[in-house]
């Protein structure tokens, strides 16, 4: 059989797979690359549109399945890669223009885990091959430094003054708390908290970035404010707990991200339940439902729930964050969950901003 029409039955068999949070197949979103036929057998490449993506194995052996279903096949061998697909305009003249993807972590209200969250779910993309960075926008209650372990001071460099992010299990971090005395509090009027978010992305050498997860402080004041004045953001998450007093607050957060013109990536539900170390049981202490409530009501994903474990609050006040110290627990699974469900909404806007992630041309066929 000519080499031309193998190549093509091979498209065809790969065109039968969907990417399904895109719901096209995988030949039309240029997603197949580096086709490779020797007599019997075909190679093939599938570029990921993010490497935390949640069904990347359920993809991979769909594609293979489909291929070794040609009655001449006798060997697949399929390679996954991944080219992360920003859901922004990047590009010279903005701020962090080497940064694909930056996401808000939001709440409407203090005390529902928000940083616990973004130092986690940076983490477990990270864990996925994600080059992550961690933006620490809570000027007036700097938690990063201590939830990650660190207290460093940055260091500058060059005629210009770049500063070096820190970095720690591989994120890289910022935070005006490496530049204070955590016993000194910061009082500053908006101008100056504007200033410093502005300083953090401007003169930071962040680099080459997939995502950089920026912790914003609790309700509707300057820092996403200024946050969505001076770059253009993939998208916010929203998280809040179970109890109807923390979901009024959720809608004045999702009304303000509107107003603004962030997508909103979803919510996150933390502290959704307690797991009894005795006997397993999900014991729902502050109420059943409220994130899945918010979510539908406003018309936006539901990302995953998170459980209250006592792990996850000390590995926060050690400086030890569970997905790092404790991988195979509870806790870290439903964290990996939402990273995967939040870099799945991301991949999800950029192709409905885009309408392509990878050019057609890409595709190549070796022999």
């Known amino acids: 059989m000519p080499v031309d029409t193998q190549r093509e039955e091979v498209l065809r068999a790969l065109s039968t797979v969907q990417d399904p949070d895109l719901h096209r197949d995988l030949v039309s979103l240029g997603m197949i690359q580096d086709v490779s036929i020797q007599d019997t057998a075909v190679s093939f490449a599938i570029v990921l549109t993010t490497p935390a993506c949640p069904v990347k194995d359920d993809m991979k052996e769909w594609a293979r399945a489909a291929v070794a279903r040609l009655p001449w096949v006798r060997e697949v061998n399929v390679d996954l890669r991944s080219q992360t697909s920003a859901a922004r305009t990047v590009g010279q003249g903005q701020l962090i223009p080497r940064v694909k993807n930056v996401i808000a972590v939001a709440s409407g209200k203090g005390g529902v885990g928000k940083s616990t969250t973004s130092v986690n779910v940076a983490l477990a993309l990270a864990e996925t091959g994600a080059r992550v960075g961690l933006l620490d926008a809570d ?59 502005q300083q953090f992305l401007r003169d930071v050498e962040w680099g080459e970035l997939d995502y950089l997860v920026v912790d914003l402080p609790p309700g509707t004041g300057d820092a996403p404010l200024s946050l969505s004045q001076l770059v253009p953001m993939s998208g916010a998450v ?33 502290m959704s339940y307690f797991v009894c170390p005795n006997c397993d049981t999900q014991h729902e202490i502050f109420g059943r439902g409220g994130g899945e409530k918010i979510a539908k009501a406003y018309g936006v994903p539901f990302l995953g729930k998170v459980p209250l474990q006592p792990d996850v609050r000390a590995g926060g006040d050690e400086g030890r964050p569970v997905i790092v110290t404790q991988p195979d627990s509870v806790a870290a699974s439903a964290f990996r969950h939402v990273a995967g469900a939040v870099a799945q909404q991301v991949s999800i806007l950029a192709y409905s901003n885009s309408g392509a992630f990878i050019s057609l041309n890409s595709i190549t066929l070796n022999r």
């Open 139 to 197: 000027i007036y209650g700097p938690n990063i430094p201590l939830m990650m372990g660190i207290g460093d001071k940055p260091e500058m460099r060059g005629e210009e003054g770049r500063i070096d992010p820190l970095v720690r299990f591989g994120i890289k971090l910022m935070s005006i708390g490496f530049f204070l005395d955590e016993n000194n509090p910061v009082i500053w009027r908006g101008p100056m908290v504007h200033g410093a978010i």
């Open 238 to 270: 929203i998280v809040t707990t179970p109890q109807d007093v923390a979901l009024q607050d959720v809608s004045k957060g999702m009304a303000m991200f509107r107003r603004l013109e962030v997508p909103i990536i979803g919510v996150i539900e933390n």
